[in-house]
């Protein structure tokens, strides 16, 4: 089963290059970010001409999560356990939650969609709502370990976060002032290590990064940045093959600034013969 993560930064905008990338990589599963669509605006047509069913989480123009598989999606949920809300200006804990999360089973494999809060500033709120937003994820997959002993779980998607110095490019992001590379924000991630989710795209893709901005050239540069990331519990890193990322996507006409990365996994019962639906 090949599985893939894209945060496709408008999809009413690149539905064509994402379904033209999804039939011609034989991607089975992608998880998308920024849709920055509701489901009723999704342009389905053109997946399910490709043979993909769609599941999909907005609630207006920003943020937005969905998935496009070839294979059953079942258990879909648009949040996770205790996943905390954001609205400007307001405090509490009873915020409105955003279309941030998305989660899934295809094949007995647990999969979530994720855009994590970017944090905007070191002091905004969002930044606190970011920490708190990553440390509830990374709880809550605590708990659906502990409640399914055994079971393959992968947090997919855009998570904000440079983890190494190596993963940032961008001289724009100035340690000790920018978010993405700051230290609680680093802990933050490296802190799903502590419940068995690792990187499972390193170990096979050491270098190389996942977003450019469209500004300054930061892509002809190569000033990019490592944010986007497939992490698995060790039941789902026992599955993963090969890995890889799709620096390509990034050319071309009206590109998403994010590209794609991609894992194949060794699933008891794949049919590699399958036909493509064209």
Not at 6 to 16: A, E, L, P
Request: net charge negative.
């Amino acid at each position: 089963m090949r599985v893939a993560t894209w945060n496709v930064n408008s999809i009413r905008t690149r539905y064509g290059r994402v379904v033209d990338w999804l039939v011609r990589e034989d991607i089975d599963v992608l998880g998308m970010q920024e849709i920055k669509c509701k489901p009723e605006q999704f342009p389905l047509e053109a997946f399910e001409e490709a043979g993909y069913e769609v599941v999909a989480h907005g609630l207006n123009q920003w943020n937005g999560v969905a998935f496009a598989s070839r294979l059953p999606l079942e258990d879909v949920e648009t949040s996770f356990e205790l996943q905390p809300g954001f609205l400007k200006g307001a405090e509490g804990p009873d915020q409105p939650l955003e279309a941030r999360a998305l989660g899934a089973t295809v094949d007995g494999v647990r999969l979530w969609s994720l855009y994590v809060p970017n944090g905007r500033a070191i002091d905004d709120p969002h930044y606190v709502y970011k920490l708190d937003w990553l440390t509830r994820l990374r709880t809550a997959s605590d708990n659906w370990m502990k409640a399914n002993p055994g079971s393959p779980l992968a947090l997919m998607g855009d998570f904000n976060v440079a983890p190494t110095d190596a993963d940032m490019g961008d001289p724009s992001f100035v340690p000790g002032l920018s978010t993405h590379i700051s230290q609680p924000e680093r802990d933050a991630f490296a802190a799903f290590e502590t419940i068995g989710m690792t990187d499972v795209v390193r170990p096979i893709v050491p270098e190389g990064f996942t977003f450019w901005d469209y500004k300054q050239l930061r892509f002809p540069r190569n000033e990019g940045m490592r944010i986007d990331f497939i992490l698995g519990n060790p039941e789902f890193a026992d599955l993963v093959t090969d890995a890889s990322i799709h620096r390509n996507e990034r050319k071309g006409d009206a590109p998403s600034d994010h590209v794609p990365v991609v894992v194949d996994l060794a699933i008891e019962g794949d049919d590699d013969d399958r036909p493509m639906i064209f």
